[in-house]
């Protein structure tokens, strides 16, 4: 009877492969967040066929993500805990990992400084498009409402562009949303700052209240409810061990 011995390790092919995977991870951290699959493969020299079915073969495991219009790549997850493997993961990390693990939105942190938004950590695994609009007018956006919350007077001198259909540009309209916001502590935008994308952000704030900038989850119009109490809860608690 001929017994066949069982291979556990890797293949004559197996170690090329293995070499191509980790070239295009490079790749992709050098080219930075939405590089294509045709600029990743030129990158490296390796054939597109080949590249395309590595790309969704590293999608598949997370040490890719897809950015949100599908049209390139960004480092995944798993890539990011790698990296970070050799050094404990405390602080701030440490929390939104944890936040990021626990829900299917992106998850961003801002601060404020001199009355403007800093995107301080955007979430890797879901690109915020819009960005700009985002920064530029805060009064149609979820972490802007919290900034302008915290100075409704900055309202008055502020040009309230309407950047959808949606958007608050009327002063009192939106005087009255932005006392909503300072009683409650969250607010919210559906389809405001950019159609299809709704967030829900509360205050991260100093040991004394002060409020310093804002954690939003930020998905799909639908798919997030900005009004979900345990949404809400858990940017709340997570905010309260931010520092900024």
Do not use: W
């Amino acid at each position: 009877m001929t017994t066949t011995t069982r291979r556990d390790g890797p293949t004559g092919h197996e170690p090329r492969a293995v070499q191509k995977a980790l070239a295009l991870l490079e790749a992709v951290a050098r080219l930075g967040s939405g590089a294509t699959a045709k600029d990743i493969a030129a990158q490296t020299g390796i054939a597109p066929a080949t590249a395309y079915r590595l790309l969704n073969l590293l999608v598949a495991d997370g040490y890719l993500v897809r950015i949100e219009d599908l049209s390139g790549f960004a480092l995944g997850r798993r890539t990011r805990e790698l990296a970070g493997a050799a050094e404990p993961v405390s602080g701030n990390p440490r929390i939104l990992g944890e936040l990021r693990a626990q829900l299917r939105f992106g998850i961003h942190l801002a601060s404020f400084a001199d009355g403007r938004i800093r995107m301080i950590d955007k979430d890797p695994d879901h690109e915020l498009s819009g960005e700009k609009v985002l920064l530029t007018c805060p009064h149609a956006s979820a972490i802007g409402k919290i900034l302008l919350a915290r100075h409704p007077e900055s309202v008055v001198e502020a040009t309230l562009r309407k950047v959808t259909t949606s958007t608050i540009t009327d002063a009192a309209d939106l005087a009255a949303e932005l006392r909503r916001v300072a009683v409650d502590g969250v607010a919210v935008e559906v389809n405001e700052c950019r159609l299809g994308r709704s967030a829900v952000a509360v205050p991260v704030r100093t040991a004394d209240g002060t409020v310093t900038g804002a954690l939003a989850a930020i998905g799909k119009t639908g798919r997030l409810p900005v009004h979900d109490r345990d949404l809400i809860d858990l940017l709340t608690a997570a905010a309260g061990q931010l520092t900024l």
